[in-house]
């Protein structure tokens, strides 16, 4: 047997020039550092810039007024995942569910750190399935940023929910707990934001919502004081009947004042709600109001001594005082959104007997309009209460002058935030409504928001 040959291979000697003994010896310019943007948002990151990383809105985007769509600021997942959660098998889907925690709970919330939506739901989906699959559908396609065409999982998981909820609602007991009320306000809202349908904003889950809370608080009636689980869910519906109130057609309406739901309200008063803040006897006049004024938009027909009575009742509410401002700032935007819209009433169908002039009546709504916007403007545009100043924020938009450009650029800039902020495309069709409405008023044809949004034949759900 030949034994195999060792080669050698000899690597090529290099020569390195020595510098002459007079030669000044240069230090390398060292290469120039980028730091590259991790969690920049996308705008920054397609155009190779460093983002400065600011939320909801970066510097750049605000200088060059671009819609800021910030990559996700998600922490490293716990191993201690709660104990519910792990119990429930192979339906949770971790990602979505981290998200949901971290990010979409937050579009409902004022403060992120008292965040009812967050881990507190956890305690819920081991009785309710359905709960958990509409997060997770929510979550799939709030990281999407609510596309057109919504992601495959997000579509797959409303129709595990819908299907998990039908069987819950064959089952008595379960038919009416807090859980059921919870999945019924997540399947409304996002009815609207998945399937990007103009016209349907989730009324009969709303309808639904409202079933199981009477039936709750019926049950819950003989109790000395009101617990913090039915104050949550009184103000978490008080908050999207507002929001509805002027989109149910007159005769489709359902009076938001019965008995249990006015007593609830006296018992919650100026108590605090993580969702808004301490406003939920003005979110419950607004509820009202907004009823009043789709119904004279419906029939033409007024009702002057409710008026006077709505009217004295937001004059006189006061928000408490606090230390964090943004939260009384945004009470009274809100009430003040709800005197506008009175005024906006009285116009339509003017009372001679009663009323101001065209043009005084115009001067008042012009004012409410200004002071509304005046609250809303006192907000940094980094605080969380931005998630709630839509509404408020179009409805007094719509009444600026043309002489008040900056302003409506400041409307316009401050739903872009808004919009970067909780990833709903609404903030964005209202943009294009002010617009509208904007060029119409400036061409001398008086109309509402309100007027305008149905004869595009649109019903926006703007919370």
């Known amino acids: 047997m030949v034994a195999s040959k060792l080669r050698v291979r000899f690597a090529p000697i290099k020569f390195h020039n020595t510098p002459a003994p007079n030669s000044i010896d240069q230090p390398e310019p060292k290469q120039r550092s980028r730091e590259r943007s991790r969690q920049g948002c996308r705008e920054c990151r397609a155009h190779r810039v460093k983002c400065d990383e600011t939320y909801p809105v970066c510097r750049r985007c605000e200088r060059r007024g671009f819609i800021c ?3 996700p600021r998600l922490t490293q997942w716990q191993v201690e995942v709660p104990c519910m959660l792990l119990a429930l098998g192979d339906i949770v889907n971790k990602r979505l569910m981290q998200h ?30 359905s709960l958990l699959h509409i997060c997770q559908s929510f979550s799939a396609s709030h990281e999407s940023y609510f596309p057109c065409r919504g992601p495959i999982i997000a579509l797959e998981e409303r129709g595990k929910a819908l299907q ?9 007991e379960k038919s009416c707990t ?7 306000i997540l399947l409304a809202c996002s009815s609207y934001w998945v399937e990007h349908d103009v016209m349907d904003f989730g009324h009969a889950h709303f309808v639904g919502a409202r079933t199981i809370l009477e039936r709750l608080l019926e049950l819950r009636q003989s109790a000395s004081e009101i617990s913090q689980s039915t104050q949550f869910m009184v103000g978490v519906y008080l908050f999207w009947d507002m929001a509805t109130s002027f989109l149910v057609h007159s005769s ?15 018992r919650i008063g100026t108590s605090y709600h993580p969702m808004y803040g301490y406003c939920t006897e003005i979110l419950y006049l607004l509820g009202i109001v907004g009823r009043y004024y789709r119904k004279v938009l419906d029939t033409g027909r007024r009702d002057p001594f409710l008026e006077v009575e709505l009217e004295t009742k937001l004059l006189l509410w006061s928000a408490p005082k606090h230390s964090n401002q943004p939260i009384s700032l945004l009470a009274e935007a809100y009430r003040k959104q709800g005197l506008l819209m009175i005024s906006l009433a009285r116009a339509h169908i003017p009372l001679l007997d009663r009323d101001l002039t065209e043009s005084e009546g115009r001067s008042v709504i012009v004012q409410h309009a200004r002071d509304t916007l005046a609250y809303l403007m006192k907000v940094p545009s980094t605080s ?7 509404i408020p924020l179009i409805i007094a938009g719509s009444e600026l002058t043309e002489e008040e450009v900056s302003l409506r650029q400041w409307v316009q800039e401050r739903l872009r935030v808004i919009y970067s902020l909780n990833r709903c495309p609404v903030s964005l069709w209202a943009i294009e409504l002010l617009e509208d409405v904007w060029a119409l008023h400036d061409s001398g044809i008086m109309i509402s928001w309100l007027e305008r949004m149905l004869a595009k034949g649109q019903r926006l759900l703007l919370g």
């Open 252 to 266: 489709e309406q359902t009076p938001l004042g019965t008995p249990l739901m006015a007593d609830a309200v006296q």
């Open 100 to 129: 949901w925690f971290e990010k979409t709970s937050q579009m409902m919330a004022i403060d992120p750190n008292e965040n009812s939506l967050s881990f507190l739901m956890t305690r819920y989906f081991a009785e309710s399935p």
């Open 384 to 390: 969380w209460s931005l998630n709630f100043q839509s």
């Open 69 to 71: 769509r910030s990559v």
């Open 178 to 184: 807090e859980a059921a009320f919870f999945t019924t």
């Open 164 to 172: 998990k909820f039908r069987q819950d609602l064959e089952i008595s």
